[in-house]
Every structure is written in C-alpha cells, then in structure tokens.
C-alpha cells in the first residue's frame, strides 16, 4: 500500500471502466484514511458502492465510500442527482452506528433534487418501452437529469427559498402530470421536502469553492467515480446506459475543478465482465460458466438485488475507459472469484465484416454481426483469498494478469482477492 500509495500524487479519481459494480467503493474506501476530502460527482442512489470491514458490509449510494474514516470529509457534488429522503436515511444509518457524519458532509447548493414525480417517470417511460427497456434502477435518475437540462430542475439551492421552491413544484407537477398521464401532488412533494429541510440545511455548501480552496491549501482529494465508462451517456452503450458523464470530463463539471488538479486515474476493473440491465454485451457468457461466476461472484446489484449478467473480461471494452479517462493504474478485482475455471477467455478485438472496431457497437444489427476474437488462458484451482503478495498468487493466475496489463496498455497496481477492506495484493 505505502508504494503504491507514494505512486500517487496529490488528488486522484477512482472510475469505473467496464457497466459499473466493479468495486470501486473498496478502493476507495482503503484509501480514504490517506485523503482529506473524497467526492461524488455524478449519479445518485443508483449507485451501490459495497464496503466491507471485517466482515460487517455497508453499502453506500450517496455518501462517498469514505465515511467510516472519521476525518475524512464526504463532498456530493454540483454534479449529482441527489434523493434527499434517501441521504437523510444513509446519514442516519451510519449516525446510529455512533458515527459522526452530518458534520462531514458538504452538499452542493447546485446539486439537484430528485422528486418523488422523477421515480414515477422512470417507472413509467420504462414501462412504455417494453421490451426495450433500458433496466434502469428506477431511481428516477433520467427524468431527474431531463429536467435539469430542460432548465426546470429544482436544485437543494431553492430549499432556502421557499415560494421559489413552491412555484417550481407547481409547475413541474402539471408539466409532467400532463404529458405522462399522472397524477402528482406539489402539495405532497413540498411536504416531503419540508420534513428534511433542517437537516439539510446545514450541509449546503458551494462546494465548488470549497474544493477549488482546499486544493489550493494542500489537502488531498479523492474523486469516487459512480457507475462505469460503457453506462457513460456519451461513451456508452447508449441508449442502454445512465444519464450522467461517467467519465473523467464528468468529475471536473460535477464539481467545478480544473483538469489540471487531478494527478493520477486510477481505473477500477473486474477481473471477468458484469452488466445489470439491458443492452448489449458482446463478451457474455450465455451457459453455466456464467451462471458459476455469478454465484460465486455473488452477482446481485447492491441497489436493487437484480441479478448481474457475467462474462468473460474484455479489453476492447476496458481500452476504450483508459485511453478516455488518462488510466495509468488498475486496481483489477474479483480475481479470486475466478478459481476452480478450467480455462479463461479474454475478448482481445472486435470485428464487424473484415472492419476492426475499437467500441461497443450500440445498434442491434452491428451486435448481431459482430466478431470477437478471444485469447484463451488456462486457469487455476487454488482458492486466493488470504494471498498478499502477487509472486505468491498461482503461476497461471500471475499470467493471467499480466496478459491483461498488456492487453489494456496500463499497468495493473493493485488486486482485489476478496471483498473486506484488507483484501488486496500491491503490485509494483
Ligand atoms: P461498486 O459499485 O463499483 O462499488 O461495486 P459493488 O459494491 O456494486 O459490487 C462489487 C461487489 O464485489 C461487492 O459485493 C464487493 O463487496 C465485492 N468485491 C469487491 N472487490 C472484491 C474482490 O476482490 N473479491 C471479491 N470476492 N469480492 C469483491
Ligand atoms: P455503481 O456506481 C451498475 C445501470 C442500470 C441500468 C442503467 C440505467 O454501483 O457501479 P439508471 O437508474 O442510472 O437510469 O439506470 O444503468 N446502472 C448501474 N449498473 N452499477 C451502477 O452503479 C449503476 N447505476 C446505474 O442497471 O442498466
Ligand atoms: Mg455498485
């Protein structure tokens, strides 16, 4: 940890490289004592980051990954979607631990509100598409971003001024009550809002400001990436994707920090492939290999419990997130899940006719026609959890491993062989 921690420099962002679950709230949990200040900067509760600390798992969708530190200061940033009832109760969940968290925790007075109408949206645009529904976490996430690039979003700002907040309910509920056949109650929403307005309040923070300054005085800074590179509304499978820029673009608007204040990329990738939700998938596995990894991976989303689709680990697809991103380090995790596979496929390149792709092909008639090269490995049988060292790890797990650090163009720093905190081998 101390080398690779001295690799580092100053502030480092955590992103999600493949469809999210990764394990990016381990990581970033196991540095966190090392920084002062970690940040989101884009989704909300769609988010399911898993911690586990000797044994006991907490699992965070709005606080950053960081609040079992208590020094450490948890900022949700402008760039966030956030469901207040939701924060309220994760709050109170770790504060009844005997944690202390209302205190560390900055809000963006620009961040936006999610509304009990942005659920019902998503609940009801889904349900219109059928079929071609994305699988979304129904958190209202999407209608919630709709309305803020409609310019009608209702930001934690307008909980300070009240008739404000009151006119744009008004609004909003007739708006959308209208054009998807519901019937939403102002009333209602204002009350809910009400209900957690003291305690809200005190966590409103222009929190752009407050980075910028802390940067500036030296303190150190950990961006915790939500979600993955192939869910980025831009660089993902769209339309199979969430609403937000994953990517590393999307830290520097979510919280108004300039590029130039992050040192270090570190990208957060599973040693094989999982999706939730609809939507292409070019390296799954359809048979029981599959269904072994997803059981032993224990592959239920920490958000709605909903199986994870498996697959094999492709590096066309983790590529396209460190050339994006900048990634010069990769915590690669889940490895010990893959003991007892007799042999290990990577998905290395991807052909459509004789055209080699770079990218996911998002429309259905590329997907169907898609070629995929694979190189195949042996496995190994010995069960890793315990194993600390990389020289110690089995000779084709070690192999295994490097062909993936070639296959990526980044360097593999840290391993992940099992889910508590301290499972993790460093890698020089
Ligand atoms: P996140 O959303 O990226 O933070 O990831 P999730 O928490 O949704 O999913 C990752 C799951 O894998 C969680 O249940 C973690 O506890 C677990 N996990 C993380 N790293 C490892 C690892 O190296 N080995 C094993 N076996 N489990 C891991
Ligand atoms: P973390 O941060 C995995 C997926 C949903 C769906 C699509 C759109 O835990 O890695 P949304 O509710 O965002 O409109 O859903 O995105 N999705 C995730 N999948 N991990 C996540 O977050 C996800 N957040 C959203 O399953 O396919
Ligand atoms: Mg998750």
Redesign the pocket.
């Known amino acids: 940890m101390k080398d690779f921690l001295a690799s580092l420099g100053q502030n480092v962002a955590i992103l999600?490289t493949q469809w999210?679950?990764?394990?990016?709230?381990?990581l970033v949990d196991a540095l966190s004592s090392h920084f002062d200040i970690v940040c989101r900067s884009a989704g909300g509760a769609n988010?399911?980051?898993?911690i586990?600390v000797n044994g006991d798992k907490f699992i965070f969708h709005l606080l950053p990954s960081a609040m079992l530190h208590p020094n450490t200061i948890g900022v949700i940033g402008n760039g966030t979607v956030v469901e207040i009832a939701e924060l309220a109760k994760e709050i109170k969940l770790l504060e009844d631990k005997g944690l202390e968290i209302s205190s560390r925790v900055k809000l963006s007075l620009r961040a936006h509100i999610i509304l009990n109408y942005h659920k019902e949206i998503d609940a009801a645009l889904e349900e219109r598409k059928g079929s071609k529904k994305v699988g979304t976490t129904q958190r209202g996430i999407g209608p919630a971003y709709t309305d803020k690039f409609a310019r009608i979003g209702i930001r934690c700002e307008d909980l300070l001024d009240l008739d404000l907040l009151k006119e744009k309910l008004e609004f909003n509920c007739a708006f959308h009550g209208k054009n998807f056949d519901l019937n939403l109650d102002p009333t209602k929403e204002l009350e809910e809002l009400m209900s957690y307005r003291e305690m809200i309040k005190p966590l409103l923070t222009d929190t752009r400001k407050f980075l910028n300054d802390s940067i500036l005085d030296g303190k150190k800074v950990l961006f915790e990436g939500a979600q993955g590179q192939q869910l980025d509304i831009d660089h993902g499978t769209y339309p199979f994707v969430t609403s937000s820029s994953i990517c590393l673009g999307g830290v520097c608007t979510g919280l108004g920090v300039s590029p130039k204040s992050i040192s270090d990329v570190i990208g957060?990738t599973k040693a094989y492939t999982t999706r939730v939700g609809s939507g292409p998938f070019p390296s799954e596995i359809t048979d029981e290999i599959g269904q072994y990894i997803q059981k032993k991976?224990?592959e239920f989303g920490?958000t709605t419990g909903r199986p994870r689709r498996c697959g094999w680990f492709d590096a066309v697809v983790v590529r396209n997130a460190v050339e994006t991103n900048g990634i010069n380090t990769i915590n690669l995790?889940?490895l010990?899940?893959l003991s007892g596979l007799k042999e290990l496929k990577i998905a290395q390149r991807y052909f459509l006719d004789d055209t080699e792709l770079f990218t996911v092909p998002t429309t259905r008639k590329a997907n169907e026609k898609l070629r995929i090269e694979y190189e195949t490995f042996p496995g190994w049988e010995e069960d890793l959890s315990g194993i600390s060292e990389f020289s110690k790890l089995p000779q084709n797990a070690q192999n295994y491993v490097l062909a993936i650090e070639k296959f990526i163009g980044a360097k593999v720093g840290a391993i992940?062989?099992?889910?508590d905190r301290g499972?993790l081998i460093f890698k020089k």
Not at 20 to 26: C, N, Q
């Open positions: 999600g999210g679950d990764e394990g990016k709230g381990k988010a399911g980051h898993t586990v957060i991976g224990v920490a995790t889940k010990d899940v992940g062989v099992g889910p499972d």
